[in-house]
């Protein structure tokens, strides 16, 4: 990091003063570890059995919380497939030359843009039954999950096609092209090709976000470890709580990372090849990666 | 709307309720935030690393498990928030802190180097420069992210109703279960009622947007 223009590399005596203040800083870090281990350790939390718990077949306990996963990964899955293609239907909507369709797809995007995901998904859950929709924990996750992101995705596809470079619109249209040809054949592509990393973090959020499911009583991964802690404290108090809830956020934690890791190594790619060149100066906005969508009115 | 002016009180506290979950997690998170992305641009290697560990960690972990860790995890090491409404703000600040870091960090990068430069070659320290050069020039250009993050922290909020805070969300839920019929009304004025956060904040980050852009 000897580049960056913030500051000088640093000299001798800033190296030494930078040493006494790591040492210092890190035996705070490790009295603050050594705090909580010790506390845990009093709580008895760090027994090798309660962790055995964790790995032990006989408890069952892998058996549920892979179930919990695979429940998590369903949903995240259906909801990805569904809200890609919806959204990447709402962008060629929202960008149509017809105002009854522009105008109609502006309103449905920004409006489940700006509404909360929790509310989105207990809309469903709660009124979509009392007009006959039959409805599950699970349909109304995805349900929920697909409405909210393909509304993000729709922007994301919209800002991707408006960033081709006009030229090859307009030699589309010079070679003869139509519109539906103009957009599948020369538009789309290069525009999914620029936003590919930004479409991967997008679904990154979609798959953190399925935790929601929790709240509505899908039985995903934390709800998964919640359930096995109520069942684990009927039989033998609270003993397994803590262990069950660290190992559930753990596996959020590496699954997420792995996507986040694919969503670069995509980026990297898509910046190597030459054809999209240009994909290095789509910076990925802050807001898509947080989860919470945009500004409700899609200047973002 | 008789229904609703009924459960008007409801209504209005859960409303201030999602509002000033949403303002005082958004200074925490605004504050610890600017720590940390002057932390990731330092000199000091470790407190890069520190720093990058933390944003990693957040961006990738659900808010859900965040919320759950700090409601239920830390019982473990004899540490307890004083209120639920404490646990939310504790949840919803850490996590949106990685965000403000990261979108910050951008804002950073996209000043022009000539600049800190400049402050070096004026004799300024690091902190000197952060502080008096760069990041005022960095926080013009990151409104409009920066306002993203606020409002995508504002709908955020509503994670909160599954843990015991009577915000917009569980007043919508507490409502439902009570009056079936009713439904849609309920669903609007909650709706409504974050509407009212986000619309405005939307505009207001536009003339900000507007006021302070750098032109360049």
Known sequence: MSTSVLFDVPGPRARRRQLVGTVVGGLVVAALVGLALWRLAANGQLEPDRWAVLFDPASGVPQALWEGLLNTLAVAAVG????????????????????????????????FRAVPLLILILFCLLFLPTVGVPMTAFRALVLGLTLYNMAVLAEIFRAGILSVDRGQREAAFALGMRKTQVMTLVLLPQAVRRMLPVLVAQLVVLLKDSSLGFIVGYVELLRTARSLV???NFSFGSQYTFQLYVAAGLIYIVVNVALSQVARSVEKR????AKAAAAADVELPADVQMGGGGAPTGQA | MQFLSDNSDLLWSAFLTTLSLAVVSGLCALVLGTLLAGMRVSPVPPLRGLATFYVEVFRNTPLTVVFFFLAFGIVQIDLQ?????????????????????EALRSGINSVPPGQAE??????????????????????????????????ALAKNTSIAAGFAVTDLTAALQRLANANADQLLAVFAAVVAGYL??????????????????IVR
């Open chain 1, 80 to 111: 990805m497939v569904l809200a890609t293609v919806l959204g990447a239907l709402l962008a060629v909507g929202r960008l149509s030359d017809h105002a009854w369709v522009r105008i109609p797809v502006g309103v449905v995007i920004e409006l």
């Open chain 1, 230 to 232: 109520e069942f684990f």
């Open chain 1, 270 to 273: 898509t910046r190597r090849s």
């Open chain 2, 81 to 101: 928030f004083p209120s639920r409404f404490l646990t939310a703000v504790a949840a919803l600040s850490l996590y949106t802190a990685a965000f403000v870091c």
């Open chain 2, 118 to 151: 400049a402050a070096r070659a004026l004799g300024l320290t690091f902190g000197q420069s952060l502080r008096q050069v760069v990041l005022p020039q960095a926080f013009r250009t990151v409104v409009p992210p920066l306002g993203n993050v606020w409002i």
């Open chain 2, 196 to 213: 009212v956060i986000t619309l405005p904040s939307a505009w207001l980050i536009r003339v900000v947007e507007n006021r302070v852009a």
